[in-house]
């Protein structure tokens, strides 16, 4: 004796919030009814165990026809077969392009290629996220990232109008659509203590501050790819270390603007070369493809690193970037203002974000 | 040439892709109608083509316009290879004939295949032009208004109702043709879609032309079957009530929000119900054929719901003119009824005065051998067979002294060459002043004194004269006429009806094993069990009514499904109780030896959970009806009324009729021996019948009792459930037991489904069971899940555990068990109460019983089985004897029934027509402003990739959803934002698992409307024309 077809169909599809997660998040249908009856669903319903098998089958099997949809959110909105009210609609796309910090930190800057993907057991089984969700994610950064690498016009808002996304959700894939295709390290066990928001941080300032379309948006060029233009200029930075005068006109100026405001100044006047000569190196490497992968590597070994050995706080980090931004402004021989503004400014929010 | 049909072909979207090499599509449309046909232009390499054609224009007789369907195909253009096909739309055009329903269809629509299901949509446009408007009726039925509903729609009141329509075509099946051996199965299903749309297209222009005949513009309640016959082939039968139905005119009717009438909102069952009712406006109904238009601009003020009958045949095929039955008692409104072929009505609510009593639910049922259809334009078998059946439910009818039959309704049930014809109404007799010929005078006994809430419910008949062992008990409410102690019925409730507490979904189901035979042996074996389903059945819902303290139930539905190998009846029907019926008896039981002390203590368990178990439906249900002395009248009983056939289509004597009487003497207790095994089943059945989570409530009628304030949160669903039995050697109570489950956990899975909407009401919950297969047991549930507001009008708070309530309930019991027992002992006395009733006995005299079944030889069990289905008959008919004054009050329900509004989701954002479904005949806290037209359709999916669509659950499923899907997108597409009567009529499922193939096949119907939120109509009334005109909330275009 066995049930052998059961189906429930709503004129509105009825879709239930709780178990769609558990979908989501990988769940097979039995472990799925486990979950639900160890959160008392079943008493505050007067349900048993098989109506809740009956359910959460006919939720999965609604959730993997509407799954073709959520592919295209779009879609869902003009399609005909499923009566979904608009707001259910934002919260189905919503769950359903979300991801996990654990699982995105794993992927994050890697190509989104298939050797990746059959990776993704291990990320499985390294996060403790079910494989099934690791994929599912992995396919949306993947979709996401097909549909945006080729459109004109600024990151955020293409994946905004194409995934009908949340303005935070928006951002996030903009982040990871720009790691992916500057493929930036973030794996290195330095790198591990940063969080994905921490990234995220970092790639929002890339985009905004050194993208052809942070320049001109008018450009038909797109905002996944570094202004190469800005990139070659920024050679002409190495005038601060490869010129003596200047390197010591530069200290000299912020080491009497930083004395008596911070305890480790002492620290701050031992490391200014050193500090001055990793950033400057580093932005004069950024025109190589390769150096722009080891950016925040580069960045937290040659510079955070350093400042945190000295017990530096990130008041003192501010404190000493802001400085050292300024005053190479009022050094004579430096023509390079634009340059610099530009640079530093992305170099020190980064900065400030990370040195934690 | 009266007709000319334009076509435009707008765009497509979302075309799959069919061509691999380029992942795009050149697609390009065929669109066909008759034997003519245009081909756009191919739109090449898109998914999203812009055809944007020109008007094809079909010149083509109306009534070609009637039965044919519009065929659209969209195809992939391949220059070396064959076309390949997308897939098609069929368009009714039906609604576009209609000068008051829609004027376009215009909008997207879904792609359909039958082996891929959806692909795509496409937008086109549709008109009709008429060239000549004066004759255009002539020759064929265009104009004659169709609607599911079975009341008269909103917005429209009836000048006249003519009475009953029923057609039938049949046509050899294109499944079971020769060709289909060598046709793929794509073919061989459009094949079978399109002579489908055909066939309901003649069927609905035939009875068209029967309504036109009659002097009536609409049929109401139209009720049409497909019986998939098999190799004898396709049968397409209708049913309706023809009307002249009159447009309640849009200027009076925006005007009229404020007063009471005429708006739905206040006013659930029909427009005319809440008018005024005064006498003697009788608008004359001269010319039989209207054009639309015309009737549009006829000004009329929504005066009188005045109701006539036109004297005149049904015009039954047959053309058969059934002879005056001269009747003693029943004087012009009887013989201007009798005139007709059948009086019978497929309405189940009705207006004011147009009912008077209610004689009892009759029935009829026959099972015939399939034969061949030889010459399918001469269905005579079939339509003899149905014939048969209505003369039957007449002669019932008129056996319980009532000379009309309401709630009418016909099935079918067919297992390879058996085939169970059903039918099934509610004796009743009509106001005579709505008898069209010559004013009567009324000389009804009751009429005009009695109160409207009761006088449905005080006999009809004489009780002197009618030998009827039933207990008469003068009126609860009145106390001037006689009632009966209970009452069937397959009508809606009258919304002038009092009522005590809230109603309730009472289901009996019964399952039995049946030998596999074949032929004349097999039909033999199915006429032979249905006499004891039919009684145990009764017996279950008489058991479960008293159970949940109730004493009548609405909208029976008995539905009997037969198998190889076994029987399945199920009988749904809402519990009431009524004020003016007596309180129902308690249930007793009791031991046949009571010798032993543990088997007492055994017994009087049993009774206390029975007792408990009534108390607590009581208090759920809120029935606590006021006390009153009683008085006794011991009471004739009708002939016997029930009987059960078994005629063969060959042979023409077999007229050997069972009759059947099952009624049970006396209501007031009933005992259920426990020694018995049925009676064991019996208490088992009553007692698994689990209770409905808290915040639910369910019934399978228009409205609940005792539920007024709607919110407009509505959700339709269907849920199909197939169960295999595995087990090959179940015993009947094994396979009840099996049955039975299924149902109460399919109810449960419902509940828990639709948990956010509580509190909430389930509303025309419609079960139907199939038995596919040998062992397998398919039931399929449509209703829809209504809101209500908890804490309003009406509700007193059964939340609120209020002690002193749960106190007035059991001193009430009390003293309602003191009144039974006066009861029982006058009927104890009476000579004709029946002492063979099965288990029913008075409860104080429980010795005095006779032995419920006697089990020790068969044929004494047979006859006296069959002595107590014949008195069983008695109550189901007798169970429903209704009296209607004909002057009616508004009825109080409708007045407390002011729905406040609450904001429903903005739907906004969306680009597609939100559409709502429902089963029922309006929609809460909205009104409905315009029918667009009937909508009827018919899919076939097939697949044989069945384990890759998600198995039979995925492959149904999906189907289902494209199926609403596609009904919604037509509703739009005619401009309208819901389908209100909805039905789902035929689900019929068949699959191949070795095979990986299945099929499905689905049949709805409806009618679709615009509807207008009770809010905006409100803000927009200052412009009455807009209102009534521009109205389409949500906006009718699906662009």
Redesign the interface.
């Known amino acids: ?14 879709m239930d919030k709780e178990v769609f997660q558990l979908w989501l998040n990988g769940y097979t249908v039995s472990d799925a009814v486990k979950v639900r009856i160890e959160g008392g669903i079943m008493e505050e ?4 165990a ?3 098998l ?2 959460t ?2 939720q999965y ?2 959730f ?2 509407c799954e073709r949809l959520l592919h295209h959110p779009a ?1 869902l ?7 979904i ?3 259910r ?1 934002a919260m189905l796309i919503e769950r359903y392009y979300a991801f996990d910090d654990a699982f995105v930190r794993e992927v994050l800057g890697k190509k989104l290629s298939k050797g990746t993907k059959k990776d993704l057991d291990d990320v499985s089984a390294k996060t403790g996220i079910m494989l099934k969700s690791c994929r599912r994610q992995f396919d949306n950064f993947k979709r996401v990232f097909k549909v945006v690498e080729e459109l004109k016009g600024p990151l955020v808002e293409n994946i905004q109008q194409h995934f009908l996304l949340p303005d935070q959700l928006g951002r996030d894939y903009a982040a990871i659509v720009f790691f992916a295709s500057n493929r930036f390290e973030t794996g290195k066990k330095k790198l591990q203590y940063l969080t994905f928001q921490d990234f995220a941080f970092c790639a929002g300032q890339l985009i905004n501050h050194w993208t052809v379309g942070a320049v001109d948006n008018m450009m038909d060029d797109m905002d996944v790819d570094l202004d190469k233009e800005f990139l070659q200029d920024l050679k002409d930075l190495k005038i601060l270390i490869t010129d003596k005068d200047l390197l010591d006109q530069h200290k000299s100026l912020v080491c009497t603007a930083l004395r008596g405001k911070t305890n480790v100044f002492n620290e701050m006047e031992a490391n200014f070369k050193n500090l001055s000569r990793s950033l400057v190196n580093i932005a004069a490497k950024l025109i190589n493809a390769k150096d722009v992968r080891d950016f925040f590597i580069d960045l937290v070994e040659k510079f955070i690193e350093p400042c945190r050995s000295d017990r530096w706080t990130s008041i003192d980090v501010n404190l000493y970037l802001t400085h050292y931004t300024n005053s190479a402004h009022i050094l004579d021989t430096f023509k390079h203002h634009g340059v610099w503004t530009r640079y530093m400014g992305v170099i020190k929010s980064c900065i400030l974000r990370i040195y934690h | 040439m009266p007709g000319k049909l334009k076509v435009k072909i707008v765009a497509g ?2 075309l799959p892709v069919m061509d691999r090499a380029s992942d795009l599509t050149d697609a390009f449309v065929d669109v066909k109608f008759g034997n003519t046909t245009f081909k756009t232009d191919v739109y090449p390499k898109s998914l999203n083509p812009q055809w944007n054609s020109e008007w094809f224009k079909f010149e083509v007789d109306d009534e070609d316009l009637q039965d044919e369907p519009l065929q659209i195909t969209v195809l992939d253009h391949d220059t070396y290879s064959a076309n390949d096909a997308i897939g098609k739309v069929y368009i009714d055009i039906d609604p576009l004939l209609c000068s008051e329903a829609a004027t376009v269809i215009s909008g ?1 629509l ?1 792609i359909y295949d039958t082996i891929h299901g ?1 692909r795509g ?1 496409i937008n086109v446009l549709v008109k009709v032009d008429f060239f000549n408007d004066l004759n255009r009726f002539r020759q064929s039925s265009c104009g004659v208004k169709f609607f599911c509903t079975t009341s008269i729609p909103r917005c429209y009141r009836a000048v006249m109702v003519h009475g009953f329509v029923e057609e039938l075509v049949v046509n050899e099946d294109p499944e079971y043709q020769w060709i289909d051996r060598i046709r793929t199965p794509r073919a061989s299903n459009e094949a079978r879609q399109r002579l489908i749309f055909l066939m309901s297209g003649e069927l609905q222009r035939k009875i068209g032309l029967k309504v036109l005949e009659m002097g009536g513009n609409a049929v109401v309640g139209y009720l049409q079957c497909f019986d998939l016959e098999g190799e004898s082939g396709l049968v397409v039968r209708a049913i309706g009530t023809a009307c002249t139905l009159e447009k309640i005119s849009t200027l009076t009717s925006a005007s009229a929000t404020h007063p009471s009438n005429s708006s739905p909102s206040k006013d659930m069952k029909d427009s005319p119900q809440a008018a005024p009712s005064t006498l003697g406006c009788r608008s004359t109904h001269s010319s039989p054929v209207h054009s639309a238009s015309g009737r549009l601009s006829q000004g009329f003020s929504v005066s009188v719901p005045t109701l006539l009958f036109a004297g005149m045949g049904s015009g039954g095929s047959a053309g058969k003119e059934a002879g005056p039955l001269k009747a003693l008692l029943r004087q012009q409104t009887q013989s201007a009824l009798e005139q007709r072929e059948y009086p019978f009505f497929t309405l189940t609510s009705f207006p004011p005065g147009f009912l008077l009593h209610v004689g009892g639910v009759v029935s009829a049922r026959s099972v015939k051998l399939l034969d061949r259809i030889h010459n399918p334009d001469e269905p005579e078998t079939r339509d003899a067979w149905w014939e048969e059946i209505r003369q039957e439910i007449k002669s019932h009818a008129k056996a319980l002294g009532c000379h009309a039959v309401l709630g009418y309704s016909e099935s079918t049930s067919i297992c390879e060459e058996v085939c169970i014809l059903s039918a099934s109404g509610t004796a009743a007799i009509l106001g005579s002043r709505f008898v069209q010929d010559g004013p009567l005078d009324t000389d009804y006994r009751f009429e005009e004194v009695a109160p409207p809430g009761c006088g449905f419910c005080h006999i009809p008949y004489d009780e002197l004269n009618i030998p009827f062992p039933a207990q008469l008990t003068y009126c609860y409410y009145c106390r001037r006429f006689k009632v009966p102690d209970v009452l069937f019925t397959t009508i809606d409730l009258p919304t002038e009806a009092n009522v005590t507490g809230k109603g309730c979904l009472i289901q009996a189901r019964l399952c039995r094993t049946k030998k596999k035979a074949q032929g004349e042996g097999n039909a033999t074996a199915i006429s032979n069990l249905l006499p004891f389903l039919e009684y145990e059945l009764h017996t279950q819902l008489m058991n479960k009514l008293k159970l949940r303290g109730m004493n009548s139930l609405f909208g029976l539905r008995i539905q009997i499904s037969v198998g190889e190998t076994m029987l399945l009846g199920l009988a749904s029907a809402t519990g009431v109780y009524l004020t003016a019926l007596p309180s129902p008896g308690r249930i007793q039981i009791a031991g046949k030896t009571p010798s032993d002390i543990t088997y007492e203590q055994h017994i009087s368990n049993m009774q206390k959970k029975i007792n408990d178990t009534i108390a607590k439906n009581k208090e759920l249900y809120e029935v606590n009806p006021p006390e009153v002395v009683e008085e006794m009248i011991g009471s004739p009983i009708p002939e016997p009324r029930q009987r059960s056939r078994l005629l063969r289509s060959h042979s023409e004597s077999s007229d050997e009729v069972t009759e059947l009487d099952l009624s049970h003497g006396k209501k007031d207790a009933f005992v259920l021996e426990i020694d018995d095994t049925d009676a064991v089943e019996d208490i088992h059945a009553l007692l698994t019948d689990s209770p409905m ?2 915040g639910f409530y369910s019934c399978n009628t228009e409205i609940m009792p005792g539920i007024q304030n709607w919110t407009s949160a509505i ?13 090959a050697n179940l015993t009947n109570q094994g396979l009840n037991k ?1 049955f039975s489950d299924l149902c109460e ?1 399919l109810l ?8 956010s909407m509580i509190p909430c009401c389930l509303c025309h919950l419609n079960f139907t069971v199939a038995v596919p297969e040998d062992e ?1 047991i ?1 039931v399929a549930v449509t209703a829809v899940a209504m809101s209500f507001y908890k804490d309003q009008t009406l509700e007193n708070g059964r939340q609120s555990g209020d002690k002193t309530l749960i106190k007035a309930i059991t001193e009430n019991d009390e003293q309602l068990q003191f009144n039974l027992e006066l009861n029982a002992e006058s009927s104890s006395s009476n000579p004709l109460s029946s002492t063979k009733g099965l288990s029913d006995v008075s409860g104080s005299h429980p010795s005095a019983r006779a032995p419920p079944v006697d089990y020790s030889s068969f044929a004494d069990r047979c006859s006296s089985w069959i002595e107590q289905l014949r008195l069983k008959a008695h109550t189901i008919r007798r169970g429903s004897v209704k009296t209607t004054s004909s002057l009616e009050k508004a009825s109080p329900l409708p007045e407390g029934r002011s729905r406040s509004l609450q904001s429903n ?8 027509t ?4 429902t089963p029922l005949s309006f929609i809460p806290g909205a009104k409905i402003t315009k029918y667009l037209g009937i909508i009827n359709m018919f899919f076939i999916r097939e697949t044989s990739s069945l384990r890759e669509e ?1 198995g ?3 492959f ?3 189907f ?3 199926v ?3 009904v ?2 037509h509703v739009a597409a005619l401009g309208g934002n819901a389908l209100v009567s909805y039905s789902m009529k035929e689900c019929v ?1 068949m699959e191949n698992p070795n095979k990986n193939q299945a099929q499905s096949l689905i049949n709805v119907s409806g009618d679709a409307v615009i509807f207008v939120r009770e809010s905006e109509l409100e803000a927009t009334s200052v412009q009455p024309q807009s209102a009534a005109t521009r109205e389409t909330s949500n906006g009718g275009d699906g662009t």
């Open positions: 004796m066995s049930v052998e077809l059961d189906v429930f169909v709503g004129n509105t599809t009825i319903c007067e349900a048993n098989e109506v809740l009956s359910d089958m006919d099997r609604t993997q026809m879609k909105s003009n399609q005909l077969l499923f009566q009210p608009p707001d609609q | 979207r979302h997207w879904p959806i949509e989570p808290p959700q339709m669903f269907t849920s199909v459930r197939v169960f295999r039995l595995n087990n099996i956990n449960k899975s419902l509940y828990f489904k639709l948990r397998l398919q989701r903005s739907y906004s954002g969306s680009s597609v939100v559409v709502k479904m998600g039979v659950s995925g149904l499923h999906t289902i959803a494209e609403f899907a596609m919604r997108a499922f």
